[in-house]
């Protein structure tokens, strides 16, 4: 079965500072990886994914993300946080290789304080 | 463009009652999902649809029921309401060509919260 963690529960950063949010998955079949990133009051919105091809995925808001097979790693990175950036953060992967429903980390939570 | 719309937003049952959460898409996505969200556990995969007639489960599916009768409906129905499904429901829609690989992106509604008391 797949399964995903996160490794980290709450990210603290100051403006400006950069920040990697943790993720590691299981997967014995073809490797589709996901971030994804809820704000306040709202549903979830895709931030990247990793599908196939260049190992390093680039995504909305500056982020990006690297896939690692040999740490089975799909890290999330931004260089430098705004306030805006303070949400909470989904890595995802397929349920089973035949189907599309994704299932999600307990996520992390960052925060951005000035 | 509304994409998923969920109702209620905000219910409170009582335990052992019943009650259905409505959701419908207007993106004409073939694949439907209903995730619940807990404090600190991320968001749970309940049951989910690939068509009109066919649903499948996620992998909390006990205590819940779905019915796929339409591309644009997915409603979860609670039978005999318990405390443990205090959560926040997200229904969510996506559209995949081929059967197996993942879809390009899922859209998400924004939420319904249930207390059980």
């Known amino acids: 079965a797949q399964s995903v963690t996160q490794l980290d529960s709450q990210v603290p950063v100051f403006e400006e500072a950069p920040v990697e949010l943790r993720c590691n998955y299981s997967s014995s079949v073809s490797v589709y990886l996901f971030w994804y990133v809820q704000y306040p009051n709202q549903g979830l919105q895709l931030l990247l994914k990793y599908l196939s091809g260049s190992t390093l995925v680039k995504g909305i808001n500056g982020f990006e993300a690297e896939f690692n097979k040999s740490q089975t790693s799909f890290h999330l990175r931004k260089p430098s946080v705004h306030i805006s950036d303070t949400a909470e953060y989904f890595c995802a992967v397929p349920l089973r290789q035949a189907g599309t429903a994704l299932i999600f980390g307990k996520g992390t939570t960052l925060s951005v304080s000035s | 463009n509304a994409g998923v719309t969920q109702t209620p937003k905000f219910r409170i049952l009582k335990i052992g009652q019943s009650m259905t959460l409505q959701c419908t898409q207007d993106m004409n996505h073939n694949y439907m999902y209903w995730y619940r969200q807990d404090p600190g556990m991320g968001l749970k995969l309940i049951y989910y649809?690939?068509?009109?007639?066919?649903?499948d489960k996620g992998e909390v599916p006990n205590g819940y029921n779905v019915s796929r009768s339409t591309t644009e409906d997915f409603p979860l129905r609670l039978e005999l309401a318990a405390p443990s499904q205090t959560s926040v429901y997200f229904c969510?829609?996506?559209?995949?060509?081929?059967?197996?690989?993942?879809?390009?992106?899922?859209?998400f509604g924004e939420g319904s919260w249930l207390t059980v008391v």
């Open positions: 969510a829609s996506s559209y995949t060509l081929y059967t197996g690989t993942p879809a390009d992106t899922i859209y």
């Open positions: 649809s690939v068509g009109a007639g066919i649903t």
